[in-house]
């Protein structure tokens, strides 16, 4: 539709999550007018964290080098897993000051509709880390949606007869939401009100 570029542009950002080809397009028009510092500002951002961050090779949360500082931090209590589908959800997690221990990030969550089954999922590696380490239960903070609970309800079936407490965050928030949208009092107290997984 466009001239080289400026399709160039609009078809990457349309690749984005959530964005549409109408905003891809406001996007688009919006930088082109943008003064060139803050357009490149952007670009910068984005070849900054491709650069210098990855992901923990421990839990797959963010990371600058080899551990994330959560993984390093020798305070945090290492017998305790929390399992979390996005490096976000350690964010909102952290945010209720209920949690003092460790994290696995699933980058993703059980989703037959888009094709996301436990092989693209960092599941592997957290049975790999409860070979490994002196895990006496692992929470499962996955988000309180339709994918949330069947990843839940799966990695409770995979984990239970490994012989560690199995728990999954008690219900009381949003239903079909996500973790990040829930407010830290009432992340804090589903924490808290964590229960076994049965079944
Ligand atoms: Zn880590």
Known sequence: M???PVQDLIDELGRLPGIGPKSAQRI?????KAAKQD????????????????????CFNVCEGTYCELCNDPRRDATLVCVVEEPRDIVAVEKTGEYRGLYHVLQGAISPIEGIGPEQLKVKELLARIDTEQVAEVILCTNPNLEGEATAMYLARLLRPLGMRVTRIASGLPVGGDLEYADELTLGRALEGRREMEG
């Open 39 to 58: 357009a490149l500002r952007l670009s910068r951002a984005i070849a900054e964290v491709k650069d210098r961050i990855t992901f923990c090779q421990r």
């Open 28 to 32: 688009a028009f919006h930088l082109l």
């Open 2 to 4: 466009y001239a080289g």
